[in-house]
Structures are given as structure tokens and as C-alpha cells.
């Protein structure tokens, strides 16, 4: 059983003097993910979470969200890396422990391209995820002492992607429709369903509100 789930985005201050406009990373527990549709040309129609799990959501300003794509030469075929790298400016114990999970779990990413055009959105770590890549992740003495993440598809030289990120939606804001869909909870947890899969017994505890953090349903990491 694993308890590394994200639980939790992040905003900024909007009294930090740092110029440039806001952008946005969407985070998802990979595990949290139940299904993705996509069409004959591999455009994502619709990403589908487990009952009550969501997104999260991680704002910063112009330049703090940057994604990158790597080929990589196998035996057999061509594969591929994702990775992006993000600023967290909430310094909070409540997202340091969030991001001590983080440091231990897999997530797949959304990213938000300049000019919202139909390509602007693409999904990162469809297929293996992203994981938190080692390295300094905050200094006291630069950058104000946020934090600057980089997840990547893991460096263990068995795991890659077969493609390149996917775009969502057929349009910017059909898009933005598929990603406000799993930024909220749908559905409800039955407890009877969990007893009957996993053989856990008695139910346990499950709090519906904003940052659900539950680690009785996550047993692929650990």
C-alpha cells in the first residue's frame, strides 16, 4: 500500500513582486486515472479518474512552467521522455509535506502551450508517468527560496513513452472542458465495492473536499 499521492496544488502571492502573467500545471496521481479516450489521430477526448479522485492544480507566472520531449535509441524502437519543470511559491509545512509525497509518487502532467490554439494542451507520462528527478529543489539564497520541481519519465532505462506528449481536445476550449472535468470530484465512494476488490475489512475514512488525500487506494508504488 502507498501513500505517495499528491494531495494538494499551489498558487502564488500575488504581493511577490515577480513580473510576467500566470500559467498553470495540472498534476494527476497516475495511479487516480482510470481511463483516457482518444481518437483515430491520438487527440485525447476525455481523461476519466476513479471515483472522488481529481486533478491539482499548481500556478506560477510566465516562464515557470517549461516541458521538453527526449528521443531515446533502443534495441528495438525509438522511445521517448517527458519531462517539465515547475516553480512552487507556497512555502507552507502543508506543501512541504505535499511535495515529500510528490518526491516518492508518479503523476501524469497537462501543459498549456503559448496562444491557445487546438495544440496548445498536451498530456505528459500517459503511458509510464513522470517521477520527481533528482537534484537540488529549493536554495534559501536564490530564486526567493521557492521551489523549482522537474518531473521526467523515469531514469531507470527500462521505462520510456512511445509518443510524444498528446494533445487534448479538438479545440482549446473543448481543451479546457476535459481538464475542468477532472479538477472536480464525481461520484461517490462505495465502501462496499473497496471491501469486495481489496479485502480491507472495515471501511475506512474517506473526506470529500478540496485536497482528498486518501492512501488506501493506491498499491502500485510502494
Same mark, same amino acid.
Not at 143 to 164: C, H, K, M, Q, W
Given at each position: 500500500?502507498?501513500?505517495?499521492l499528491?494531495?494538494r496544488?499551489s498558487?502564488?502571492?500575488?504581493e511577490?513582486?515577480?513580473?510576467?502573467?500566470?500559467?498553470?500545471?495540472?498534476?494527476?496521481?497516475?495511479?487516480?486515472?482510470?481511463?483516457?479516450?482518444?481518437?483515430?489521430?491520438?487527440?485525447?477526448?476525455? *481523461?476519466? %479518474?476513479?471515483?472522488?479522485k481529481?486533478?491539482? =492544480? $499548481?500556478?506560477?507566472?510566465?516562464?515557470? !512552467?517549461k516541458? @521538453?520531449?527526449?528521443?531515446?535509441?533502443?534495441?528495438l524502437?525509438?522511445?521517448?521522455?517527458?519531462?517539465v519543470?515547475?516553480v512552487?511559491?507556497?512555502?507552507?509545512?502543508?506543501?512541504?509535506?505535499?511535495?515529500?509525497?510528490?518526491?516518492?509518487?508518479?503523476?501524469?502532467a497537462?501543459?498549456?502551450?503559448?496562444?491557445?490554439?487546438d495544440?496548445?494542451?498536451e498530456?505528459?507520462?500517459?503511458?509510464v508517468?513522470?517521477?520527481?528527478s533528482?537534484?537540488?529543489?529549493?536554495?534559501?539564497?536564490?530564486?526567493s527560496?521557492?521551489?523549482? *520541481?522537474? %518531473?521526467?519519465?523515469?531514469?531507470?532505462?527500462? =521505462? $520510456?513513452?512511445?509518443?510524444?506528449?498528446? !494533445?487534448?481536445g @479538438?479545440?482549446?476550449?473543448?481543451?479546457?472542458?476535459?481538464?475542468?472535468?477532472?479538477l472536480?470530484?464525481?461520484?461517490e465512494?462505495?465502501?462496499?465495492?473497496?471491501?469486495?476488490e481489496?479485502n480491507?475489512?472495515?471501511?475506512?475514512?474517506?473526506?470529500?473536499g478540496?485536497?482528498?488525500?486518501?492512501?488506501?487506494?493506491?498499491f502500485?508504488?510502494?
Amino acid at each position: 500500500m502507498s501513500c505517495h499521492l499528491l494531495d494538494r496544488g499551489s498558487s502564488f502571492d500575488c504581493e511577490v513582486p515577480t513580473a510576467g502573467t500566470e500559467a498553470r500545471l495540472i498534476l494527476i496521481n497516475y495511479d487516480d486515472v482510470l481511463k483516457i479516450y482518444w481518437s483515430d489521430d491520438k487527440v485525447i477526448t476525455s *481523461i476519466v %479518474l476513479k471515483v472522488v479522485k481529481v486533478a491539482y =492544480e $499548481f500556478f506560477g507566472f510566465n516562464q515557470d !512552467v517549461k516541458k @521538453s520531449e527526449g528521443v531515446v535509441k533502443t534495441n528495438l524502437k525509438n522511445r521517448f521522455t517527458h519531462s517539465v519543470d515547475f516553480v512552487v511559491y507556497e512555502v507552507t509545512q502543508q506543501q512541504k509535506n505535499n511535495l515529500r509525497k510528490m518526491a516518492k509518487g508518479r503523476f501524469m502532467a497537462i501543459v498549456e502551450l503559448s496562444g491557445k490554439t487546438d495544440y496548445s494542451l498536451e498530456l505528459l507520462g500517459r503511458e509510464v508517468g513522470l517521477k520527481m528527478s533528482s537534484g537540488q529543489i529549493k536554495s534559501a539564497h536564490e530564486s526567493s527560496g521557492v521551489y523549482t *520541481i522537474s %518531473l521526467a519519465t523515469p531514469d531507470n532505462g527500462i =521505462e $520510456f513513452e512511445r509518443g510524444l506528449p498528446q !494533445v487534448i481536445g @479538438s479545440s482549446y476550449n473543448n481543451g479546457i472542458e476535459i481538464i475542468d472535468d477532472i479538477l472536480v470530484q464525481h461520484g461517490e465512494f462505495d465502501c462496499q465495492e473497496f471491501n469486495d476488490e481489496f479485502n480491507k475489512g472495515d471501511c475506512p475514512p474517506v473526506v470529500i473536499g478540496e485536497g482528498i488525500f486518501d492512501d488506501t487506494f493506491d498499491f502500485t508504488f510502494e
